[in-house]
């Protein structure tokens, strides 16, 4: 529980603290998160949708496995962007997931935080390369933990 108070505050001080101009967010993004952690991750499909200029919806479906357990996951954050120079962003925001492991199910509320560069403001190339971490505090079946995961995304432009 300790972990997840010091995890509030760290992102709670982000976004105080932050303010930066925000990001021209492209109005769609489609591709594939890679990554790994102990709940979620592996391999995702992902799509971002702008609402706006320097906020998102982010969606992601995975397959993923280990510890001899099968999972699909289902994701879903919103995101504040902002913009560091160019078309290098940071973003941060709330989230929830769902997951469906081989015997339970796994609800999760938490967040993401990370880092991209969008090729298309600087190259006029429709592509973003994105790197983040998704700690998320997890309830399933009568217990909880905090669960995080962290990933290399690829994703087209348009």
Known sequence: MKKMKKIVIAIITVFIISVGA?????????????????YGSGFEI????????????????GLNSQNKASYMSIAGIYQWVWTI???FNWYAGPGAQLLLVSKYTVIGIGGQIGVEYNFNPDMDVPLQIGLDAR???NFFNGGSDLGWGAALSIRYTF
Not at 49 to 59: A, K, P, Q, Y
């Open 22 to 38: 925000k990001a021209q967010v492209e109005p769609h993004a489609i591709g594939v998160r890679l990554g790994g952690g102990n």
């Open 46 to 61: 992902s799509y971002q949708h702008g609402i706006g200029d320097g906020n998102r919806l982010e969606f992601d479906l």
């Open 85 to 87: 120079e160019g078309g």
């Open 135 to 137: 700690p998320m505090f």
